[in-house]
């Protein structure tokens, strides 16, 4: 008997892929984790139903949600990540020499010993001196603390359950402050596609205006999250990730990308016209 694991990506589309075998499931104080083993995508952790991770497609999405900000600011040291409790944001950051500190703040300890167990593509570099992880609301971690950080990286869920404080005006605030006076925000910004994805992205985005000066998104092609077509956001108090960009500086570094190169970072902003009608 075949087995599929099956994600509603609306109400009338579902997306499948064929289980080889069924790894890991619990229940944690915050959410349902499992882990399966795919024929198409390999390894693949599922929270509350929703795909986060495959091991196929994840680096699209963690090149991405690092290296456009380390192309943009070479001089990024400290590094806040919240959420990515699979660890690949982590993973991509500490390939870079020049950073000295990355905190992770990620809600739930079981995403992590199931990231740590499973998932190695992506968690094999959470033990690197310069991580440390806080097992904590990330909500709460930013509140009252000021010009700590030169990158937050919000690596979350959807706007449900835990995840749904990290796309608040407060909380853009509480990022706001914490950051350095050149601090540069990324964040998981939904999908202009489907109808509940995109009005969370210009939800999200229309707040982020709010509190930061510079605000663009710019997006990447991932084929197993809901259309395939997924945004990130990109706050600045200082920078533009495009205007004036020097693609060299970053390339001289010489980091072996499958995805991002300083074409894609530059293409990724150029937005189809519906999108940027939905963001204006
Ligand atoms: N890249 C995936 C995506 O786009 O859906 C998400 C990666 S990661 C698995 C998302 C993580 O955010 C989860 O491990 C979840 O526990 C964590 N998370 C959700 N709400 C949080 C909060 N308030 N503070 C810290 N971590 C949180």
Redesign the pocket.
Known sequence: MDLWFTENHTEHVKFSMKVKSHLFSAESE??KIDVIDTYEFGKV?V?DG?L??TEKDEFI?HEMITHVAMAVNPNIKNVLV?????GGAVRELTRYSSIEKIDM????DV?VKAAKKYLDFTANRLDDERVTLHIE???KFVKGKKGLYDLIIV????PIG??E??FTTKFYRDCYKILTEKGILIN?NESPYYADTAEQMIKATKKLKNVFPIVEVFQCHLPTYASGHWILGFSSKAFHPTHGFDGERWEQIGLETKYYNTNVHLGSFALPTYVNKMLE
């Open positions: 915050y959410q952790l929270i929703y986060m991770v999405y919240i959420g990515g409790g699979d703040v990620e809600i739930d995403v609301d990330g909500i690596d979350s869920t959807d835990p995840g404080g990290l998981q």
